[in-house]
């Protein structure tokens, strides 16, 4: 069996709750990636993507140089344990039509598990469906 750590990428950048948004963002640009943990005293708490940058202060005409992540990020993200098997993590990623899951133990994030990751470790068709029922628009996936 195929597990989460075997694929996962261990060590990922992470913001806290305090950093102001415009940092955040622009460490996911550099970095080039659309979302990112958020860490208080090594815990995960949320995660910060670029919808909800957009969503949730954009669009809300408030100033990112004033704006804290935790004012605006994802809380209560769905995560996975390092030894969980690849085939729950695909599964969670198409439920609830995510990209990328933080890997949890102890609730200190150790890694992110991606569908980048998922394709090198996994069967390619079990990885296409995944990546098909996760590209759906919100109203066909509702439907199942």
Known sequence: MTTVAD???PGVESTS???VLCDAARTMREG?????PVVDDGRLVG???DR???VRAVAERRD???VRVGEVASREPVTVAPGDALDDAMELMARHRVRRLPVVEGGR???V???ADIALGAKEAKTGAVVEQISQPTSVARER
């Open 32 to 36: 080039d990636f659309g979302s990112m």
């Open 47 to 49: 995660v910060l993507t």
């Open 109 to 111: 994030l150790v890694g």
């Open 7 to 9: 694929v996962m990428t």
């Open 52 to 54: 909800d940058i957009v």
């Open 113 to 115: 598990v991606s569908q």
């Open 64 to 66: 990112p140089a004033g």
């Open 17 to 19: 709750s305090t950093e």
